[in-house]
């Protein structure tokens, strides 16, 4: 009697359990914004990359499934707005175009204010990254503006010198107007009378078929994307470097809502993007180059003097980068030639030494 009672007992039991449904998996939200269009290389691969990577490693534990909603193209927020659209919650997670933010970000602009030195994605992408975790300064300017920071990314091989009309050395720019956003127009200011226009990547083609200005400083992969052979159809490539200019970010109070393992997820898959996308960057450079001239776009190389005397007419902008955070409180030239060792230790010394005086001496 005893045995069979508990032999029913057992049964019921185990009809429970089957009987019972499986733990459902928390369902998250997310809004991600940029102002650029779903095309542009970084957007894309968002989509392609990061969003289903995220996906399959929450599908590993089960326990939350993200609802994504992705919003591009100036829906939301124009291309200079995604940092305020975070700070203000129009979007949870956004690609902070960082030049356009020196006043907000300055530290941002380590890569920017050292030109010259890395034409590789990959490397730059790499030693930023390193940079804004291994010193606190870069993720408490984003936590400022109500954000936490996630990776940064680099989006182009390095920038060149596209033309309206033939262009063979550095005199073709004296006296001309030259597109560009953010550190990049100060390089301008080794070259006589050039004046530097501030633009947006999807203003340079009006910029340039209107007349605006004379020549853009952009890279080959977006001169593609962009269709910029059809009003500037000669590059010169100077190799100015590589820079980073994208960096995820995600609102605070929203990420402070977000489960540990979710959190772990986006900061690991944050880093394969900024990885991928550096990669794709590079793999796509000389694709890109010969799409241009294919598209009528005709590239002539700067002679090497040429280029080496222009990185030294530049002012000392790494140094006063450096000073200016360290007049902060910031350790500006420590992060300077941490960053520039990284580089050196990858192969990467450049046309010009921009380690900190302060620091070296």
């Given at each position: 009697m005893i045995a069979r009672l508990a032999r029913h007992v057992a049964l019921t039991v185990a009809l429970?359990?089957?009987a019972a449904p499986a733990m459902a998996a928390e369902t998250i939200k997310a809004v991600v914004i940029d102002g650029y269009p779903a095309r542009a290389l970084w957007v894309k691969e968002f989509t392609n990359f990061f969003i289903p990577e995220v996906d399959r490693r929450l599908a590993e534990s089960g326990n939350h499934v993200m609802e994504?909603?992705?919003?591009?193209g100036g829906s939301i927020v124009k291309p200079k707005g995604v940092l305020e659209?975070?700070?203000l919650g129009l979007g949870d997670i956004g690609i902070v175009t960082t030049i356009f933010h020196n006043s907000k970000l300055p530290s941002?602009?380590?890569s920017a204010v050292t030109p010259f030195v890395a034409a590789d994605a990959r490397a730059v992408a790499k030693a930023v990254d390193e940079i804004a975790k291994e010193f606190p300064t870069m993720q408490n300017e984003f936590a400022a503006q109500n954000q936490v920071y996630l990776?940064?990314?680099?989006?182009?091989?390095?920038?060149q010198l596209f033309s309206k009309e033939p262009i063979n050395s550095l005199s073709d720019l004296e006296g001309g107007?030259?597109?560009g956003a953010g550190m990049n127009l100060r390089y301008l200011e080794g070259i006589k009378d050039a004046a530097g226009v501030r633009g947006g990547l999807t203003d340079f083609y009006n910029m340039?078929?209107?007349g605006l200005v004379d020549h853009a400083m952009l890279w080959p992969e977006a001169a593609k994307t962009f269709k910029i052979a059809e009003v500037a159809p000669y590059m010169l490539r100077v190799d100015l470097g590589a820079v980073n200019s994208k960096t995820i970010t995600v609102n605070k109070a929203y990420w402070d809502s977000l489960p540990g393992e979710v959190q772990d997820v986006l900061k690991e898959v944050a880093v394969l993007y900024r990885d991928h996308v550096a990669g794709i960057a590079m793999d796509r450079?000389?694709?890109s180059r010969q799409a241009y001239v294919a598209g009528g776009g005709t590239i002539v190389e700067i002679d090497p003097a040429e280029r080496a005397s222009w990185a030294k007419a530049i002012p000392d902008i790494a140094g006063e980068w450096a000073a200016n955070l360290d007049a902060k409180g910031e350790p500006g030239s420590e992060m300077l030639n941490a960053y520039l060792a990284k580089l050196k230790e990858a192969g990467y010394e450049g046309a010009r030494d921009w380690a900190s005086a302060a620091m070296t001496n």
């Open positions: 429970a359990f089957v994504w909603q992705e919003s591009y659209g975070i700070e941002q602009a380590i990776a940064t990314g680099v989006v182009l091989d390095t920038y107007k030259v597109a340039l078929q209107t450079a000389e694709e």
